[in-house]
């Protein structure tokens, strides 16, 4: 059936990115995108620092499309590295970060607010950060960050919501890091833009369209009266 192919799919989409995440953790994963094309399957991966994965002599990324192919069952698979632009406003990177942070002792909410900040800082409208696990104490509970414009549900938050998520192992046992940011370029709902215009200007240019105006309904008289 239809829905089982749909399930298999996501499933080998999501296998794949925790592979990626692993394998490229130290490059600045930042996600990847898969598309099926006619000469097999292109993976388009997003780093902060693509010189590591292509390798020297592109051996790297050529030892990792052989395991690709060999593990996950990929047709014929083609992986483009792209380089991510602002690193900072970069979900997974930054979600990868905070969780390294958490790892070598910072206080949660030390790390929390300076990831935080330091995303506003790039000119992000809006921010969330979900840190949830043993964060002091033997219980599990939730700490959440927020700052700016965030949208949770419906089709505007798929669009302009960019989500990340890493795993922080501690001694106490692992917190799970999510990210939500929603970049300076994306488009709000309900955002409106108020243009002033100088009413002398207005007035000129009604002026000028009435002359012509007037010019045109003259030539059709004088064209008429000719006839």
């Known amino acids: 059936m239809i829905e089982k192919t749909f399930v298999r799919e996501g499933i080998k989409k999501v296998r794949m990115n925790e592979y990626l995440g692993k394998e490229l953790e130290r490059a600045g994963y930042g996600g990847m995108e898969i598309k099926r094309t006619p000469m097999g399957t292109q993976i388009t991966v997003n780093v902060e620092k693509p010189g590591m994965i292509i390798g020297k002599d592109g051996r790297r990324i050529k030892k990792l ?25 970069s979900a997974s990177v930054m979600a990868n970060r905070l969780a390294k942070l958490i790892e070598r002792g910072w206080h949660f909410r030390r790390a929390g607010r300076s990831t935080l900040q330091r995303i506003m800082d790039h000119g992000a409208l809006g921010c969330e950060i ?21 949208k949770h549900c419906g089709e505007v938050a798929e669009e302009i919501v960019d989500r990340g998520y890493s795993i922080a192992k501690t001694k106490s046992g692992i917190i799970g890091v999510q990210v939500w940011i929603v970049k300076p370029d ?42």
Not at 65 to 89: F, G, S, W
Not at 133 to 149: I, Q
Not at 202 to 223: A, F, L, T
């Open 65 to 89: 499309t052989d395991d690709i192919n060999r593990k996950h069952e990929m047709d014929n698979p083609q992986i483009d590295v792209q380089p991510i632009a602002v690193p900072d406003l």
């Open 130 to 150: 979900i840190m949830t696990g043993k964060l002091r104490g033997p219980r599990g509970r939730m700490e959440k960050m927020v700052d700016g414009y965030i």
């Open 186 to 227: 994306a488009v709000v709902p309900g955002n409106f833009h108020i243009v002033a215009v100088n009413r002398d200007v207005k007035e000129e240019e009604g002026e000028k369209e009435e002359k012509e105006e007037k010019k045109v309904e003259k030539k059709e008289k004088e064209k008429g009266k000719k006839e």
